[in-house]
């Protein structure tokens, strides 16, 4: 069982940039592929950044150069550096354990508003 915890979202301007935080807690934090995904209104949720275990990552073609994700085993927790944000990244930000490139793990957090805006 894991627990996750964001923070970190918030109402920024276009060009800005926000740092989301993922706690988590429960299980074997460093065993398992973390993940960024995001859900903007009447959109489907969708895979934004991935890391795994041993540090391999992947990202959407859209954020590439401007998101960076990160993990700090010792303190349990992922990150998503956003910069050079744009209106198009507004979205409710999740954070996802035990997924792969392919499918979402069972673990979800209870989500971040982004909110890019002028």
């Known amino acids: 069982q894991v627990q996750l915890v964001e923070s970190g979202g918030g109402l920024v301007q276009p060009g800005g940039s926000l740092r989301l935080s993922c706690a988590a807690s429960?299980?074997?934090?460093?065993?398992?592929?973390m993940g960024w995904y995001r859900q903007a209104p009447g959109k489907q949720r969708e895979l934004v950044a991935l890391?795994?275990?041993?540090?391999?990552?992947n990202y959407v073609d859209s954020v590439k150069g401007r998101f960076t994700i990160s993990r700090d085993n010792a303190k349990n927790t992922v990150y998503l550096q956003m910069n050079s944000l744009k209106p198009e990244d507004t979205a409710v930000y999740y954070c996802?354990?035990?997924?792969?490139?392919?499918?979402?793990?069972?673990?979800w957090g209870q989500g971040t508003q982004v909110t890019v805006s002028s």
């Open positions: 429960g299980s074997i934090f460093s065993a398992y592929t």
């Open positions: 890391i795994s275990s041993g540090g391999s990552l």
């Open positions: 996802n354990a035990g997924g792969t490139r392919w499918s979402s793990g069972i673990y």
